[in-house]
């Protein structure tokens, strides 16, 4: 038995135990409850998060500004780039201010490839779905720019490109200078297969990179003994 399929089944537990009054699932689409599934798994690895003063302060400044580019984040395996990042997604969920849209890559089945993720994405933001991922990447500025459309601004969080097939290759085609009330924060795991592509996006005038720094001053060490 994968360990893939243990996990799911115990997401689906307590998401009934969380919301005994949902939808059966014979009435949820598989993508309706794939999007289930992503909130239930945001909620608990932003639980185990352990904040250090500013680490949101970066974040913060891309959002409030005018920066119309990318936001990448990156860092070595095992550093809470995933957790960070679902603690972000809760913590601007909790205004009214941003409409928050995250995908954890690999992080569930319906969660897979490039598609997937945008298919989630799309359904959420009620914009219409391409027929393929072709038209996706070929009409990704007329979706983007669909999307800036809703009274709020939007922030969409993509974590784990690393985690799915070609994810990194959606750098090929994401637009560079973002539409209008739409923010794009994208993560990456820093390693020998992304390390030329980190650096070509380090070259890039309108992307930002944030590199998430491991745990270093006492004041860290205590806060994880805690």
């Not at 913060?60 to 990156?74: H, K, M, S, W």
């Not at 997937?116 to 983007?144: C, F």
């Not at 930002?208 to 994880?224: G, M, R, T, V």
Request: charged residues 30%.
């Amino acid at each position: 038995r994968k360990l893939s399929d243990f996990i799911l089944e115990k997401l689906e537990e307590e998401i009934e135990k969380e919301f005994p009054g949902r939808k059966s699932e014979n009435n949820q689409d598989e993508l309706e409850k794939d999007i289930e599934r992503q909130s239930f798994f945001e909620e608990q690895t932003s639980d185990g998060y352990i904040e250090r003063k500013g680490d949101f302060d970066s974040f913060y400044e891309y959002i409030q500004n005018n920066n119309d580019g990318l936001f990448v984040v990156t860092a070595p395996a095992g550093q809470g780039k995933t957790s960070r990042l679902a603690r972000l997604s809760q913590i601007l969920k909790q205004g009214c201010d941003y409409r928050v849209i995250t995908r954890f890559c690999g992080a569930t089945d319906g969660c897979n490839t490039v598609f997937d993720v945008w298919k989630g994405i799309l359904k959420e933001t009620s914009v219409v779905l391409p027929p393929d991922e072709s038209s996706l990447i070929s009409g990704i500025d007329n979706i983007l720019d669909n999307i800036s459309d809703y009274p709020q601004e939007t922030i969409i969080i993509i974590d784990a490109l690393n985690q799915i097939k070609d994810g990194l290759s959606m750098f090929r085609w994401l637009p560079r200078f973002l539409p209008y009330n739409v923010k794009l924060i994208v993560s990456m795991k820093e390693d020998d297969t992304s390390a030329d592509l980190l650096t070509r996006l380090s070259m890039e005038e309108n992307t930002e990179i944030h590199s998430i720094k491991p745990f270093e001053s006492e004041e860290d060490y205590q806060k994880l003994k805690k």
